[in-house]
């Protein structure tokens, strides 16, 4: 074997992971870490805010999916975590990979709100509660305008693929949003590219993130 990759070798077992998620991992065939996820995962865990910034495929997703998982308490049926997302088919993807990340975490709930789908069935979805929702900015707003989504105890906010949610022009709701998450919270924001807008909204809700930067899935 390559020395220098036995060097960089980071297992996820040296992360302070609950149980279910280690053994979810290995189901997966996720052993060892992305550069992104060995570089932020250690700070996400501790609760901290992380500005991550990588190009697609370099496992963001797990990076927060694991932090989100690992603090939050099934027991507690609140809206614990929200992921925001500039589309459908990401909020889906996003939720996915949540939900094979939770395996065997008893009774949890991701629920996805996104535009595009008829409201009713969300609505009923929502009734029925949920720990963590994935969503786009747009129909999140309209939920919380309704008065039919309380984000008073969410404790993790992620904004995923932040410059394109910007490109998209949801800057509005993603500032109305904020409005009705709790400011004691870690919030993590994921981007590709970190354009000057992006800094403004980070240094506005976020308090001193760490960034973390890679170039590429391998290093
Ligand atoms: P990004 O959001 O950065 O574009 P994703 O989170 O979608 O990337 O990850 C890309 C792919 O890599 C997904 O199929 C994911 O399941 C997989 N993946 C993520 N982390 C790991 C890992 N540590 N080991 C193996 N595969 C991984
Ligand atoms: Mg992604």
Redesign the pocket.
Known sequence: MNPNLADKAQP?TQLPLKPELLTN?VT???????P??AQSLPTILQSKDVI?Q??????????F?LGILNKLNVKRFRIQSLVLCPTRELAD??AK?IR?LARGIHNIKVLTLCGGVPMGPQIGSLEHGAHIIVGTPGRIMDHLDRGRLDLSEVDTFVL??ADRMLEMGFQDALDAVIEHVPSLRQTLL?S?TYPKQIEAIANRIMVKPKMVKVES?HD
């Open positions: 996820f991992l997966m065939g996720f052993k060892q870490m992305t992104i996820q991550g990588g190009k697609t495929g370099s496992g963001k997703t797990a990076a999916g993807q996003v990979e094979t995923d693929e994921f590709a899935t």
